[in-house]
Structures are given as structure tokens and as C-alpha cells.
């Protein structure tokens, strides 16, 4: 047991994945299963008094060689559903958290400086970037320490706080900083209420170690004297939540975005990766030759991969690539496309399986 980061509570443990494996998404087709060693246990905990889910806490350099020492699963996206926001605020100094692979820079005034901290950064991502943009490839601790001249009025994380450890250590850092602590904060987290209704193997792997809602995110706010001042969903299933916290504002959020039972997110996990991987597992038993397995995002690889190896003595069979091929199986749907025309026209009708939300198989 520890305490909850939301309410310094008692957690209890609601799941155990032992001996977690690694199926990132850019393994080389030729790479044998078998040979994959785990990474370590995987411990789901959940507040005995508020319900917050996260992980049992990691030793800082397990998340470091997660982030830079695995191949890394990288989306192309854009954050426009968010230019008429900094449009209105009109930040002058933005310093974006781990922003390396699709900054905000795109949708921001030529004349505002933007620092991006990202300590896995790649090289290539500077290149054909304004001017306006440094690159600092440290985490947070070290660049506060380090930090000198002009504070950030805004701070940005798109996909970030989910990824945090400690989200209270780091709020606690962050915020009671000379270079932060006066700064509007714009925060981007996955709707986990969606995914645990339409892909609940998303919900649970070593990258995403909190599962945070408006009620939590507020909570943790309200520490610093910070209030939402905004509030906004995207997506066609409302897949993921937008706020922005400012010192002094507050804003009535509707009452059944406030609610909480994260007990579903473990019961309809369970149920659907149990489901899911014992049609796969009636699938491949049937078939002599390998087939292939769609990489999805690297945490649903791996998850599903954990328990499908623990259920089927046929997961060997499975080889990983990034090519779509005729007889795709959507893991979510267990729908058989049997033509690319169709896998299309599936995305774009669920356009919610894009950008990795989904995993297949393909004979």
C-alpha cells in the first residue's frame, strides 16, 4: 500500500501484471518473441478514499530508459483545436513539456517564444523550426535548477500528465518554481472513461501512470490557488479532455464530467482483453503459418501481448510489422477487413483506431 497522490489516502493493489513484456512498436519483423525479456511487474493501485488509479511508482532512471533506450511509436498530429485558446491569452513566453515530436509551435504568434523540454528529443525534430523555438533536452528537475532570465506565462503538455509518475511531486515542483509560478497552464490528457468503453487494453502499461480526470486534475489545482478557466473536449467520441488552469477564474463543469467510478475501467478491462484475447487465440490456432500482429501504440502492444501470451500457446506465431495486409483483424471489433480499400474506409468511418488506437492481425 502507499498513499494516493490526489488525497494522501491508502491505495490498495487491483492488479497485478507479472513479468511484463516488450512489444514496442518498432520492433524489426524478424524479431522472435520468444527472445523478448520483460521489463519488470506491473502494479495497478487504486485510493481506498477517492478512487485515483495509477501505477505503483517506478525508480526515475526505469522511465528514462523507457523513453529513450525502446523504439519509439510517434504520431503525426496538430494542435489547431487549441489556436483560438492561445489566440484569446496571447501568451509571450510558452514553455511546452514533452513537446519533441509535435510541438505547439505551429499554431502560435510568429513573435512568441516557445521552449520545448523534452529530455528524449531527437535531433532531426529541430530541423525547418521558427526561429522562436529552442530545444532544451532536459527534464523538468534540471532545467528549473537551471533556469535563468525571462519566467513562462503558459505552460503546455499535450498527452504529458498521464505519463507522470508522481503527479503531485511534479505539480508540486512545477508550480512553486520562480520560472512557473505565475503561468496559465493548458493541459491535453485521453478521455480514460473512453477508452475504457471502446479500447480497454489502452488503459494500462508503464507509460501511462495515471489515470486522471477533471475532478483529480482540479484537486490538484486547487493546491496552488489555480481554478479552470477553460474547458473543452475533441474528438468525434470525446476521446480527449482540454483545460486550462488560471490563478483567480473557476468555471461550472457539468456535473456528470465529475463523476467517478473508476471500478468500470477495471471491470471492462478485464472482461475485453479476456474477450479479445481468447478470439485471437481461436483465430491462430486454426492457422499453420506465422501471421502477422499490426504494432499499435507501444503501451496496447504490450499489454495485449502480456496477456495473450499468457493464454495461448500459439502467440509465437505472431510476428510484428508495420504493413497493413489483407485480413486485418481490428482488435477492438474483431472485424475482418479483407481488402486495404476497406481497412480505409474503416478508419475512416472510426476515425477513434487511427494513430495507433488499434492492433490486428493479418494473415
Known amino acids: 500500500m502507499n498513499n494516493c497522490p490526489i488525497c494522501n489516502s491508502r491505495t490498495e493493489t487491483v492488479l497485478e501484471l507479472i513479468d511484463f513484456p516488450v512489444i514496442m512498436p518498432s520492433l524489426p519483423e524478424d524479431h522472435k518473441l520468444k527472445k523478448i525479456k520483460p521489463i519488470g511487474d506491473l ?8 478512487g485515483f488509479i495509477s501505477n505503483k511508482k517506478q525508480k526515475v532512471e526505469f522511465y528514462k530508459h523507457l523513453y529513450t533506450n ?38 502560435l ?47 503546455f503538455m499535450s498527452h504529458v500528465c498521464e505519463h ?20 496559465k497552464i493548458f493541459i491535453e490528457i485521453p478521455s480514460f472513461d473512453f477508452y475504457s468503453k471502446f479500447a480497454p487494453y489502452y488503459l494500462f502499461n508503464f507509460e ?15 493546491r496552488y490557488d489555480y481554478k479552470l478557466s477553460e474547458f473543452f473536449s475533441i474528438g468525434i467520441k470525446q476521446d ?20 467517478i467510478d473508476n471500478t468500470k475501467l ?47 500457446d500459439d502467440y509465437l506465431k505472431l510476428v510484428p510489422t508495420d504493413n497493413i495486409r489483407l485480413g486485418n483483424i481490428m482488435s477492438s471489433t474483431n472485424q475482418m477487413i479483407v481488402s486495404e480499400n476497406l ?16 492492433s490486428g492481425f493479418l494473415s
Not at 208 to 222: D, E, G, Q, S
Request: glycine share 4%.
Open 109 to 155: 504568434d510568429k513573435k512568441t517564444n516557445l521552449s520545448v523540454l523534452d529530455y528524449s528529443i531527437e535531433n532531426e525534430q529541430k530541423i525547418n523550426c521558427n526561429e522562436n523555438i529552442r530545444f532544451i533536452k532536459q527534464d523538468l528537475k534540471e532545467h528549473l535548477n537551471d533556469f535563468s532570465g525571462f519566467v513562462y506565462d503558459a505552460i
Open 240 to 259: 480527449c479532455l482540454c483545460y486550462v488552469f488560471e490563478k483567480g477564474n473557476n468555471v461550472k463543469i457539468a456535473e456528470n464530467d465529475e463523476i
Open 343 to 358: 481497412f480505409n474506409n474503416f478508419i475512416e468511418l472510426n476515425p477513434y483506431f487511427e494513430n495507433g488506437y488499434h
Open 208 to 222: 501511462h501512470c495515471t489515470h486522471l480526470n477533471t475532478f483529480y486534475l482540479k484537486t490538484i489545482m486547487n
Open 266 to 312: 477495471i471491470q471492462n478491462f478485464e472482461r475485453s482483453i479476456k474477450n479479445l484475447t481468447t478470439s485471437i487465440d481461436r483465430y491462430i490456432k486454426r492457422i499453420d503459418q506465422k501471421i502477422a500482429l499490426k504494432k499499435g501504440s507501444g503501451g496496447s502492444a504490450n499489454l495485449f501481448m502480456f496477456y495473450l501470451k499468457n493464454e495461448s
Open 164 to 183: 507522470i509518475p508522481d503527479i503531485s511531486d511534479y505539480f508540486d515542483l512545477l508550480l512553486k518554481s520562480e520560472a512557473c509560478r505565475n503561468a
Open 43 to 50: 502494479h495497478i493501485e487504486k485510493c481506498l478514499n477517492c
Open 70 to 107: 525502446t523504439p519509439k511509436y510517434q504520431v503525426k498530429k496538430n494542435h489547431i483545436h487549441w489556436k483560438k485558446t492561445f489566440d484569446r491569452f496571447k501568451p509571450i513566453n510558452v514553455l511546452e513539456i514533452g513537446g519533441g515530436i509535435n510541438n505547439v509551435g505551429s499554431i
